[in-house]
């Protein structure tokens, strides 16, 4: 544990030292009851004679039976899926001149977190690569008590009243009479849902996008996607939108891989952090804060409270505050990433809400889910939700309550408990909500000033490269080739024309509508009964800048391939030396390189040095890497060009524009691709050199390589 603690530079995290209270090692233990009694027969149960029935007397069994019988519990209602790790927050500097919040105001100043990243519609056990939104959370474990960051990796959001939450969720999880289909918003009535409710166009867009399908929980962006307020000590305001910044930079797979992975590795991205975090290759992100002044609320020409709107990173710029490292996985997967509980209402001083009605509804959701999946009011105790900053209050009892709060008095005022807890005035950190002036007519509406509806659909999919716009038609046409209902698909391709023509008649092109509808209003049939539905129609699109190149999944590479994986496809006889460089390569870039043969165990190189195989070609395959090399070694390309699979992992590489590199004899097993008939083949580096390869690999995917698609795997 010490010697962890130092490589993970965590002797000084003050969570992770809490978290040493209630660490359990068996190692060198005798058995035990949960009473502490030693266990002699963990094999058998107590009998009545050697083939009579069993006792009811038998207290072991009927422990550990009951235990058993109780070890799972609800699964988070959205967002069941996913996967967390501890590390650091480090701010880089000082912003109190925004904000009053302790973690954000001093250069260096280091606060534990603890983040946990997951697919939304997927149950527990689902495949993690879905298309879908990734949840993105952060609790910092602040000194001052938890605040709890609770984004998505996408800076909008499907509707703008938290009312509608519950129908979203019902339309895109299993349909409810057949329980079909898992993790996926293919399907009627997600659609149907979505058909009726425009709103809902620019998360879509950004749904189809390849945002949807990230190469790694470690290479995309979070946004916390409310509009928030930061309060200074003095009292100042200012609006401020949160985004994360991936220093791997932002990456996807394409979706014939991610349909691909889902079957050869539902645990792609999981496995992918952890085995990050054990390599010492710890993810990075940057914190980023968009501040907008409070007498700016109505500078744009959408309303920042509506959050299916995002602030354009060329009108407000965004100022990085602060650096997240992950630098260690968690000791047990239920105790930690299972339950811990976030909850956007969880704040410090320096932050606070707006009226964002989804961000509203959202402050009463979180406590409310936790108590049926946490099982009662106390979960705040649980270890991975406990505060760093000491808790005092009057609460007391409740299921499995861990306090022993003393003394006789639980409540406020008192004169016995000489007063205590005491309340603390706002300079000793005492939380005050922001003095916002409200008023207005109790009504349930919604504002007009969020009725724009498709002008962001639109500058998002018109900022995308003709790469992301292609994927995105194909992604259209897919969830909605799965959409049994006509009327459904038609009135989405009538709602896309009000997008962009183009987009509309591609996708209407792949579903084989014939005639576009421009659909009529109303458009919207989200509104009361009594309500004049021309209220709730989309209004103009409105357009304050032509294109936001920030929008872009390509604009953001990042530097170097940290956390990529590469394929070294080797076997008996393998020219040695090019692998060990390729692999020490990769290492010294953060970088893995793994040896794929025809069989496991270990091969013997062209000198007769060992090397140990990785995978067989049985367990693994190409849409598990980053990019294939095949180094030289002519027994090794003898037997590897002779089997079909090792063909075929080369050509489905090069089919989702992957970079390739092949050394001397292995020409041989290059020409009996498909791919090799493209005498042109872009991203195929012969004989080249592994930093070469390592420099291309940093672009990621060779984009520009037009008959990818047409290898046939
Ligand atoms: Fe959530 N959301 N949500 N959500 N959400 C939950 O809380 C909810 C929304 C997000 O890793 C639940 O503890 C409502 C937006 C993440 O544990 C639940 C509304 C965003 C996670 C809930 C929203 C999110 C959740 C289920 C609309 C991005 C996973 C389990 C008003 C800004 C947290 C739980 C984790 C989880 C309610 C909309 C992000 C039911 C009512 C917008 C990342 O309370």
Redesign the pocket.
């Known amino acids: 544990m010490i010697e962890k603690d130092k490589a993970q530079n965590n002797a000084t995290n003050p969570k992770i030292d809490d978290l040493k209270m209630n660490l359990e090692d068996g190692a060198g233990q005798p058995l035990t009851t949960n009473q502490g009694l030693k266990i002699n027969d963990d094999q058998n149960s107590l009998l009545a004679g050697e083939r009579g029935p069993t006792l009811l007397e038998d207290f072991h069994f009927r422990e550990k039976m009951t235990h058993f019988d109780h070890e799972r519990i609800p699964e988070?209602?959205?967002?069941a899926r996913?996967s967390g790790a501890h590390g650091y927050f480090e701010s880089y500097g000082d912003l109190s001149e925004f904000t009053k919040a302790g973690f954000l105001n001093s250069k260096g100043k280091r606060t534990p977190v603890f983040t946990?990243f997951?697919t939304v519609a997927g149950s527990k056990g689902s495949t993690d690569l879905p298309r879908d939104v990734r949840?993105?959370?952060v609790k910092f474990y602040t000194e001052e008590g938890i605040y709890d960051f609770?984004?998505?990796n996408m800076p909008v959001?499907f509707?703008q009243d938290?009312m509608k939450?519950p129908d979203l969720v019902h339309a895109i999880k299993p349909e409810p009479n057949n329980e079909i289909p898992q993790a996926a918003s293919a399907h009627d009535t997600f659609w149907d849902f979505i058909s009726l409710m425009p709103e809902s166009m620019h998360m879509i867009m950004w749904a189809m996008s390849d945002r949807a399908l990230p190469r790694s929980l470690t290479m995309m962006e979070g946004?916390?996607?409310?509009t928030y307020r930061f309060v200074s000590e003095s009292g100042k305001s200012s609006f401020v939108k949160f985004h994360w910044k991936p220093v791997a930079g932002t990456h996807s797979v394409t979706w014939d891989e991610a349909q691909k992975i889902s079957g050869q590795d539902p645990d792609f991205h999981r496995r992918d952090l952890w085995n990050a975090i054990e390599n010492g290759n710890f993810p990075e992100w940057e914190f980023g804060v968009q501040i907008v002044p409070e007498e700016d609320e109505f500078k744009f020409d959408f309303d920042l409270l509506d959050?299916t709107k995002l602030i354009p990173e060329e009108l407000v710029p965004v100022r990085l505050i602060g650096k997240m490292v992950l630098n260690r996985n968690p000791e047990n997967f239920f105790a930690e990433t299972e339950q811990?509980?976030?909850h956007p209402g969880h704040v410090v001083p320096g932050i606070d809400f707006t009226n964002d009605p989804?961000l509203q509804?959202?402050l009463f959701?979180?406590t409310?889910?936790?108590l049926s999946?946490l099982g009662g009011p106390n979960f705040h105790e649980i270890p991975i939700n406990r505060s760093v900053a000491p808790v005092h209050n009057n609460q007391r009892g409740g299921i499995a309550r861990q306090a022993i709060n003393k003394g006789q008095t639980s409540y406020s005022p008192n004169s016995l408990g000489g007063g205590c807890p005491f309340q603390s005035k706002m300079a000793e950190g005492g939380f005050t909500h922001h003095q916002e002036r409200v008023e207005g007519h109790k009504i349930r509406t919604r504002s007009k000033s969020f009725m724009d509806h498709f002008s962001q659909a639109k500058l998002f999919f018109e900022s995308q490269t003709k790469v992301e716009q292609d994927h995105m038609v194909e992604a259209l046409r897919f969830e909605l080739g799965k959409v049994t209902i006509e009327e459904i698909r038609e009135r989405i391709v009538g709602m896309l024309t009000y997008i962009n023509e183009e987009l509309a008649q591609k996708v209407a092109k792949g579903l084989g509508i014939e005639n576009i509808k421009k659909p009529e209003k109303p458009l919207n049939h989200s509104f009361g009964a009594d309500a004049n539905p021309e209220d709730y129609q989309p209004t103009e699109v409105k357009k304050s800048i032509e294109k936001s190149p920030k929008l872009s999944l390509m604009a953001s590479p990042g530097k170097g391939i940290k956390g990529r994986v590469v394929a070294i496809l080797a076997n008996d006889g393998v020219d040695v030396a090019s692998v060990n460089s390729y692999m020490a390569a990769f290492k010294k870039e953060g970088a893995e390189g793994k040896v794929i043969s025809l069989h496991a165990g270990m091969i013997s190189g062209s000198n007769g040095e060992k090397i140990k195989v990785d995978h067989s070609i049985l367990t693994t395959a190409s849409v598990l890497f980053d990019g294939v090399v095949i180094p030289g070694g002519e027994k090794s390309i003898d037997a590897l060009s002779a089997d079909a699979d090792i063909i075929r992992f080369v050509d489905e590489s090069y089919k989702h524009f992957k970079f390739i590199a092949y050394q001397g004899d292995a020409k041989k097993l290059w020409d009996k691709t498909y791919a090799s008939r493209n005498q042109n083949a872009k991203g195929v580096l012969v004989d080249k050199s592994p930093q070469d390869y390592v420099s291309a690999l940093e672009k990621h995917r060779i984009w520009e390589r037009e008959d990818a698609q047409q290898i046939p795997v």
């Open positions: 988070r209602i959205v967002h996913g946990r997951s949840g993105f959370s609770v984004g998505n959001f509707i938290a939450f946004f916390g996607v409310h959050p811990v509980a976030f989804l509804g959202r959701s979180y409310d889910t936790q999946r």
